[in-house]
């Protein structure tokens, strides 16, 4: 289990993952779990919250000082370089929510969500040579108190409907022996878990095509996965 946290979840509560149905081929017949680099996430995820007026913000946080001349610019970079060191793989937490259909499996495309636990879903992740895994709740904000690790896991307050939780990847290998930064790495994290001790239950969506769900209950008998698979 990761020893970083940024915001604590309690570890008993439930998650669910929407994935559409070529991502859960994926993951069922590999055992991968994708980080998507926080760099190449839609603008509607990174949200847009550092920008010239916050930045001035997070440098008088950082240094207790005004702006100066140009720190906008340099603090965008630097945000934007820091969050590029990082992979998310992004759930609901606690309830679910009807709306996460619409959004993550558009024009009624077939697909499933995963339901697991927090403590489960994070008893897959240690700590390599080449990264650390964090994890917490994504926290809804105007843009204020955003300097340091917390960047990475922070939302425009109109997002707080999806009550994200998230496991991020740092890549240290980005670093040099100093503590500064080498150039930008922007691959996704391919990530192996352990299925059966993980999901507890496959969700298949509410406008999934016909057969769909069979589909998927094949798909688990052949592997030899017991998760329960419903309806929504």
Same mark, same amino acid.
């Given at each position: 289990m990761p020893s970083h946290h940024i915001w604590t979840p309690l570890l008993d509560s439930p998650l669910? @993952?929407?994935i559409p149905a070529d @991502? %859960? &081929?994926? =993951? *069922?017949?590999t055992s991968e779990l994708f980080f998507q680099n926080l760099s190449k996430m839609? $603008? &509607?995820?990174?949200?847009? =919250? *550092?920008?010239?007026a916050t930045a001035d913000g997070i440098h008088q946080g950082m240094y207790s000082q005004g702006a100066n001349a140009g720190v906008s610019s340099f603090v965008i970079n %630097?945000?934007?370089s820091f969050r590029s060191k990082f992979c998310a793989s992004c759930w609901r937490y606690d309830t679910f929510d009807e709306k996460i259909w619409d959004?993550?499996?558009?024009?009624?495309? &077939?697909?499933?969500a995963?339901?697991?636990?927090?403590q489960k879903l994070l008893s897959n992740f240690g700590n390599s040579t080449k990264g650390r895994f964090y994890h917490g709740l994504v926290q809804y904000t105007d843009g204020a108190h955003m300097a340091g690790l917390g960047q990475v896991c922070i939302k425009a307050k109109e997002f $707080? +409907?999806?009550?994200? %939780?998230?496991?991020? +990847?740092q890549d240290t290998s980005a670093f040099t022996n100093d503590g500064n930064y080498l150039k930008k790495k922007e691959k996704p994290l391919r990530y192996r878990i352990d299925l059966q001790s993980t999901i507890d239950e496959i969700i298949v969506s509410p406008f999934a095509s016909d057969g769909y769900k069979q589909k998927v209950e094949d798909m688990l008998d052949k592997l030899k996965l017991s998760a329960v698979v419903s309806a929504a």
């Amino acid at each position: 289990m990761p020893s970083h946290h940024i915001w604590t979840p309690l570890l008993d509560s439930p998650l669910y @993952r929407v994935i559409p149905a070529d @991502r %859960f &081929d994926d =993951l *069922i017949t590999t055992s991968e779990l994708f980080f998507q680099n926080l760099s190449k996430m839609p $603008s &509607d995820i990174n949200d847009g =919250l *550092i920008n010239e007026a916050t930045a001035d913000g997070i440098h008088q946080g950082m240094y207790s000082q005004g702006a100066n001349a140009g720190v906008s610019s340099f603090v965008i970079n %630097f945000c934007d370089s820091f969050r590029s060191k990082f992979c998310a793989s992004c759930w609901r937490y606690d309830t679910f929510d009807e709306k996460i259909w619409d959004k993550y499996l558009p024009n009624n495309i &077939d697909g499933v969500a995963i339901m697991t636990t927090v403590q489960k879903l994070l008893s897959n992740f240690g700590n390599s040579t080449k990264g650390r895994f964090y994890h917490g709740l994504v926290q809804y904000t105007d843009g204020a108190h955003m300097a340091g690790l917390g960047q990475v896991c922070i939302k425009a307050k109109e997002f $707080s +409907w999806e009550n994200e %939780f998230r496991v991020l +990847w740092q890549d240290t290998s980005a670093f040099t022996n100093d503590g500064n930064y080498l150039k930008k790495k922007e691959k996704p994290l391919r990530y192996r878990i352990d299925l059966q001790s993980t999901i507890d239950e496959i969700i298949v969506s509410p406008f999934a095509s016909d057969g769909y769900k069979q589909k998927v209950e094949d798909m688990l008998d052949k592997l030899k996965l017991s998760a329960v698979v419903s309806a929504a």
